[in-house]
Each structure stands twice: as structure tokens, then as C-alpha cells.
């Protein structure tokens, strides 16, 4: 067991728990600086892709999963009259190439959990940028916190990425997208024999939802409710969320059964507005040495939203787990510099594919002004998501 090493991870989103929590676990004394006041998730809900679910078994996450996640099979792609563009497929992908759907609540709940008693929370600090030294280091203007490893989970707007990409700037991707989560016991009964799942599809426009399934359902502990997400081409709108439903509303008017029952039972206090942004150019690399340590990039703040597919979460936890696992013995000076290096390149290899598959998918896909041409792109651009593994570790 190599002597204690520490490090200060920045941001207590998905990305963030998921590295402190297993790096605790593998000996290390982490720091994780959160600027809100409180750690909570979302309340939306969020696809895990097999990559995904793979990177929480390799992280000791995996147990809990089967008590919150509800499987969501692709149920094919509609026009809003209801006619199919890309039917449902007859026979299951299998458990294997398929996403499951969790309340991003869940999801936060189960990260947490993991985080165990050794670690060292700090909430409400908001880090300002990198410090000067000759350690890794940050600081929130006022105290400064240093150790071998600074690991930046702050998200999109990361202050920390321009120290290792310098050029890279936030830029919006043209669409606004909202969501919901309709708890259950105000989710719509919706009946038995309509195709309630699944995306749907015209220029401009998407909507998509599927089921969490019922609270406690089978044994399990989860919240339970219906999701729903749509993505609109356009700026994020200023109105208060009231008027804002009222829009979706109207917009998505005489699309098919149940994408109006839905909208008519969500509440404004349920809806969630985001911009959907990206990185633009993409970073070039995700650590940079300093000293005998580095500053590494994960999850957001490393890589442009992969929203086309919704895979963002999904690839911070790879990056948690990737990190996790190269770093796990690594002493600081050359053994740890060379760990963080691998990290580097296997996650902008595996990222750089992703966005190949996912931005051949948006050419044709949701956003863009023709459907997608063929399953086969959906399939393509899906695979990406399925067949990561996690290295040994
Ligand atoms: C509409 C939409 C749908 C999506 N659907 C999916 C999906 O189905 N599946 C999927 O895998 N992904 C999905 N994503 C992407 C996913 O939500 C993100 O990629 C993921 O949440 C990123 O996690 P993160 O931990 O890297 O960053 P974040 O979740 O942004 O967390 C960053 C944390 O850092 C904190 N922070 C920020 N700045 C500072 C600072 N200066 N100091 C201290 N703390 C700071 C923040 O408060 C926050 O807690 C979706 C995204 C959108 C917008």
C-alpha cells in the first residue's frame, strides 16, 4: 500500500462523488469542494448506457443499481402524427446494449453512499481557479487547497480547464432542452396497449419519454414517476416556468398520445430548463502535469456535452472509474504522472469516439433537418455508448 497520497476533487456533481468517493476507497485523502450549499441531485432522470453501468460495478457502485434503475429498451423513433420513422425493434438488444433509466435523485443517493467517513466535504466554496505552486492547488480566493492530485469535476463551465486547455470556450449547441420527472402518484394512467415510450421526431423538435416505473416498485427503493425530456431548436426562454409549460404546450399540440397527457400533467415546479452548450475546440488534452502531480479534467469539464445520445453522466463515471484505476497504486512524481498521462489518452480516444458516432447521429438525427436516414446511424451512434469496458484494475 503506497503511503497516504491526497487529492482535492472540485465539484459534487456525478462525475465529482463518483472519483472522490472510489479514490477514498483506494487509500487516498480527498477533499471534495462543492460551491452549493447543499449536495443534492437533480430532479430529473438520466439513461444509463451499459458503459455507464459498467463503470459503476468497476467503481464498487453496482449493487444498489438493480433497486433504482428501470429498463429502457429502444422503442423506436415517431413522427408527431405517430407513424414510426425507426420502429421498435421485435427482438430486445439484451440487458447488455441496452440503457437503463434512473432518477438522477437515485442516482446522486447511491454516489453518495459511497462517499463514505473518510473523506473530508466541503460545501458552499466556490473555486475560483488553479493556485501558483509548485503542488497542485486551488483556491477559493480566500484559503488555498493543495494536494498530489486536483481533479476538476466543475462541470461545463469549469474555471479549472482553461489551466490545461486553454483554448477551449463554452458555446451554445442552438437548442434548449426541458425535463420533467411526473412523480407517480401524479403520472398519468395511461393505457395498457399505447406505445407510451420512445422518441419523437420533426424538424426542430424532439420529445422523448419512458417510465421510472412505480415507487418501490418490485422491492425497490426508487422514486418512481414518468420522464420526459423535449428539445427544441432555439434560445433558452426568459418567462417564468408557468409560461414556459404553456409554450411546450402549444408547441408540441396535436403530437400523438400520451406526449399531451404528459405536458398536461406536469406541474411548472417539475420542469427543468437547460441550454444544451458544448466545448468548442474540443480540449486537447485532460491533464496537465504540476510538480510531482497533475490537474486532471473529468466528466463535463473535460468533454463537450454528448447530448445527441445523453451520455454525458455516462462518461464521467468512465472517467471516474479510468482514473480510479490507473492512479489506485500511483505514487506522486513519475509513477503518478504516468498514470494521469494514460488517463489522458484512453479517455480522449474513447470520448473522441463517442462524438464521431454521436455527431454522424445529430447530422441526421433529432435537431437536424431530416430524420435519421437509417436505424442503422441510431444503432452505430448507440453501440458507442455500449461497448466501453472498465481497464483492470
Ligand atoms: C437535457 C439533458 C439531458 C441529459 N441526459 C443525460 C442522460 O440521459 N444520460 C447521461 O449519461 N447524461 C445525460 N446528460 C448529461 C449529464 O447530465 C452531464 O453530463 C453530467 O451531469 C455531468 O456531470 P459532472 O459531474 O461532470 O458535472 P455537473 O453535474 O455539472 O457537476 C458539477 C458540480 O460542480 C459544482 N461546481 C461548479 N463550479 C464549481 C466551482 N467553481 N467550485 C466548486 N464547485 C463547483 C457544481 O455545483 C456541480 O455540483 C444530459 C444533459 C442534459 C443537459
Not at 398519468?188 to 420512445?198: E, K, N, Q, S, V
Not at 415507487?215 to 433558452?236: C, E, F, I, L, Q
Not at 455516462?314 to 504522472?337: F, K, N, Q, S, Y
Amino acid at each position: 500500500m503506497p503511503a497516504a497520497r491526497s487529492a482535492v476533487v472540485v465539484g459534487a456533481g456525478i462525475g465529482g462523488l463518483a472519483v472522490a468517493g472510489a479514490l477514498a476507497r483506494t487509500g487516498w485523502r480527498v477533499t471534495l469542494l462543492e460551491r452549493s450549499e447543499r449536495l443534492r441531485g437533480e430532479p430529473t432522470a438520466l439513461l444509463l448506457w451499459p458503459g455507464g453501468v459498467r463503470a459503476l460495478h468497476a467503481l464498487g457502485l453496482g449493487r444498489g443499481l438493480a433497486a433504482i434503475a428501470t429498463a429502457a429498451p429502444d422503442r423506436g423513433l415517431r413522427r408527431p402524427d405517430g407513424q414510426w420513422l425507426v420502429s421498435p425493434r421485435a427482438e430486445p438488444a439484451g440487458a447488455d446494449r441496452e440503457p437503463l433509466l434512473v432518477h438522477a435523485e437515485d442516482l446522486h443517493d447511491t454516489l453518495f453512499a459511497g462517499l463514505g467517513d473518510q473523506l473530508e466535504i466541503r460545501t458552499g466554496v466556490t473555486v475560483r481557479g488553479p493556485a501558483t505552486g509548485d503542488r497542485p492547488a486551488v483556491t477559493d480566493g480566500r484559503h488555498t487547497w493543495t494536494g498530489d492530485l486536483v481533479v476538476a469535476a466543475d462541470g461545463l463551465d469549469s474555471v479549472l480547464r482553461p489551466r490545461v486547455a486553454r483554448c477551449s470556450t463554452v458555446v451554445s449547441a442552438g437548442a434548449t432542452a426541458w425535463r420533467a420527472v411526473i412523480p407517480w402518484y401524479r403520472a398519468p394512467r395511461l393505457p395498457a396497449d399505447l406505445a407510451t415510450d420512445g422518441h419523437t421526431y420533426r424538424p426542430g423538435y424532439q420529445f422523448f419519454s419512458a417510465s421510472l416505473g412505480d415507487r418501490g416498485s418490485a422491492g425497490a427503493s426508487r422514486r418512481g414517476g414518468r420522464y420526459w425530456r423535449a428539445t427544441v431548436t432555439g434560445a433558452p426562454r426568459p418567462e417564468p416556468p408557468a409560461t414556459q409549460l404553456d409554450l411546450l404546450r402549444r408547441w408540441f399540440d396535436g403530437w400523438h398520445a400520451p406526449i399531451g397527457e404528459l405536458l398536461a400533467a406536469t406541474e411548472p415546479d417539475d420542469l427543468l430548463q437547460r441550454e444544451l452548450r458544448v466545448v468548442r475546440p474540443a480540449p486537447s488534452r485532460y491533464a496537465a502535469p504540476v510538480g510531482d502531480g497533475a490537474l486532471v479534467l473529468l466528466g463535463d469539464a473535460a468533454h463537450p456535452l454528448a447530448e445527441h445520445l445523453g451520455q454525458g453522466a455516462c462518461l464521467a463515471l468512465e472517467d471516474a472509474a479510468t482514473l480510479v484505476a490507473g492512479v489506485r497504486e500511483a505514487v506522486p512524481g513519475a509513477p503518478l504522472r504516468a498514470a494521469v498521462a494514460g488517463y489522458d489518452a484512453a479517455r480522449r480516444a474513447r470520448v473522441a469516439e463517442v462524438l464521431r458516432r454521436s455527431r454522424r447521429l445529430a447530422a441526421t438525427g433529432p435537431l437536424a433537418r431530416r430524420p435519421p436516414a437509417q436505424a442503422r446511424r441510431r444503432d452505430r451512434a448507440a453501440a458507442a455508448a455500449t461497448d466501453w469496458q472498465p481497464p483492470p484494475g
